[in-house]
Structures are given as C-alpha cells and as structure tokens.
C-alpha cells in the first residue's frame, strides 16, 4: 500500500469514528443512554473473549449479574484470576471462571477448546469480543497479519471449534447464540481476498477496517450455514459505538488527546459499549433471529459488500484453507 492510500486509509477510519462520536454526543444531549433491562439467565453457560478489561469485562459481567456461568477467555492468565475474584465478590454469583485463550495461537486456540469440551458443559453464548487495533505491522504465531489473525481468524476458528456445542446446547425456543463484536470502521474497510494479510503494503487502520469487514461477512455466512442445516444456533452482529478502553494506545496522537480530555462526555463507557453485545446474547427479541448488525441494541444496515453471498462464501473457503479445518459449505449447500 502506498503512502498516500495508507493516508486515505487513515482518513476513512477517523471520519468513521468522527461520525460515531457525533450521533453520540446528539443522543446524550438529547437525554442520553438509558440501560436495558435484560431478563435473568439461569442455567446458560457463556463464552466471552477478551472478558478481562473493556467491553469485553463490562460484557462478562453483566451475564454474571444474569446469572449465567461465565467463561472468559484471554491472554493474562494472572488478570484474569484476579478479574474472576472481583466479579465474584460483585456479582455473587459463583460460577465465573478465567480460561487461558491466545488467538494469536491456533495451538491455544485449539487448547482452550479441548478444556472447555473436558467440562462437559453446554455452550449457550459465544461473545467474540477480543482484538487488537491498529497495531504497529506484526504476526501472529501462526504468521498471519495481526489484526486478520487475531481479531478475525482467531474468532472464526474459534467459533468453528464450538460450533457442534452450541448446536447441541440450542433448542426450540430458546437457541444458542454467536455474537460478534465489529465496528464502524467495517463500513470503510476494503476487502482483498488475493492480500488477506496487507502484504502489499501495511496501512494498521486499513488492516483494522478490513478484519472488521471480515467479521460481518463471516457472521452473515455462518448464519447462511446454520439455517439451512436446520441448528438451534443464531449468529449476529455488536456494534458497541466508540467506546473509552485501553484499545486507543495505537491511534493519531489528536485522538488520544480527546480521548483523555473529554472522552466521558464524547465516548460510552464499557457498559454502555456493551449493552449491545449483551443484548445480542439474551434478549427475547432476537429469538431465532440471526444475520443482523445490531447498534444501540436495534437492528441496522450494514456495508453494502457484507451481504454479496459470493464474498460471504469465498472469504469462508479461504479461512478454512488458512486454519486447516473443513468447509461446511460444500456439505450443506450440495446436498
């Protein structure tokens, strides 16, 4: 990528979030976010990455506030036992344990899965709300771009590992659910399928978009699979807006100066970054419903590319190509 398309890169990126920040501040002004109330869980078991800061905390505990088992997979085994202390003393609610995830690491990506399986626990929510953001140009163990790697490959294996779960955990009237956690940045990313890993040229906020992109892609096809194979499983989309977390270490130095100056006026907070991510996992509106991108907990429009049914499909084929597992499309849809 050259240097001015990694400007251009940059520039879409910001005025992405620019826009965001403004529908913010309008609602705010106008009265401000209003929490959800959510019905109690009992019984149901959750997965969610990246459940040791940010949204990713704020989304763990409030399923623990519900009363679900909580897992939270990360990358710190010691944050996390100390994140599962406090949510236990917080919530009351005993069943919220750490499960050591890198998806950086195929290997421990595959790890973790066979601890979870061990438990012989259902699996009624999978929340993928890990990822980075635009990092300086590096790998993963396996050697895929980060933000590709990590953010999108490491939850669509995931997801993949999981997915006989969840489909026996589902049931009529009450199905299990995948819930992905994207961004407003997907509506300016650009999707090469012949340069997945931005080896053509790094641009970290083009890298970003397009793992987000990727994301809303892979959901709308999986929900494809999941329907036409008859599972009790729904798989949707979580915008959480532009929230204040530690992910902004990496951005334009102007932006983590609002950030700091007046990011709890400008941005949400965690909870309120979550309240969509926790929306798409319990609420009795999205019974049965899948292949939606949720915002402020209703359903909205997303990038036009998302729903080309080819995209969905080859992007899919790649990924299984990439993490060495079997393409359920060729099973279900020649049948």
């Not at 890169?9 to 209003?34: M, P």
């Not at 990246?50 to 944050?79: F, P």
């Not at 270490?249 to 700091?260: A, I, M, P, Q, Y």
Request: glycine content about 10%; overall charge positive; proline content about 3%.
């Amino acid at each position: 990528m050259s240097p001015l398309s990694a400007a251009r890169a940059a520039l879409r990126v910001y005025a992405a979030g620019a826009a965001v920040i403004l529908a913010q501040l309008l609602r705010r002004c106008l009265g401000g976010f209003t929490e959800p109330v959510f019905p109690r869980q009992p019984g149901r078991v959750a997965i969610v990455t990246g459940g040791t800061q940010g949204i990713g905390l704020a989304t763990s505990k409030r399923l623990a506030l519900l009363g679900m088992h909580v897992i939270i997979a990360g990358n710190d085994a010691e944050k996390g036992r100390e994140v599962v202390r406090k949510l236990k003393e917080e919530t009351g609610n005993r069943e919220v344990e750490f499960s050591y995830c890198n998806l950086a690491s195929m290997r421990s990506i595959r790890e973790f899965v066979l601890r979870f399986q061990e438990k012989k626990l259902p699996l009624h929510v999978l929340v993928n709300n890990a990822g980075v953001m635009m990092v300086p140009q590096r790998e993963t163990e396996d050697g895929f771009e980060e933000h590709f790697g990590l953010n999108y490959l490491g939850h669509f294996l995931l997801t993949n590992l999981l997915l006989d779960t969840l489909r026996r955990s589902g049931r009529p009237g009450c199905k299990a659910r995948v819930v992905t956690v994207s961004s407003a940045t997907h509506y300016v990313g650009e999707l090469a399928l012949d340069d997945l890993q931005s080896r053509g040229g790094y641009s970290p906020h083009g890298a970003y978009a397009q793992s987000k992109l990727a994301l809303v892609l892979f959901t709308y096809h999986l929900q494809g699979l999941l329907a036409a194979q008859g599972s009790h499983v729904t798989a949707n989309v979580a915008d959480p807006g532009v929230v204040d977390t530690d992910l902004y270490k990496h951005v334009f130095w102007g932006t983590r100066l609002v950030k700091k100056l007046s990011g709890w006026w400008l941005f949400k907070t965690p909870d309120e970054g979550a309240w969509t991510s926790v929306y798409a996992a319990v609420s009795p509106d999205l019974e049965g419903v899948g292949g939606r991108y949720l915002y402020n907990e209703k359903e909205t429009r997303s990038l036009g590319l998302t729903y080309d049914l080819q995209l969905q499909q080859e992007l899919w084929a790649r990924s299984c190509q990439m993490t060495g597992i079997r393409d359920q499309t060729l099973d279900t849809f020649s049948e």
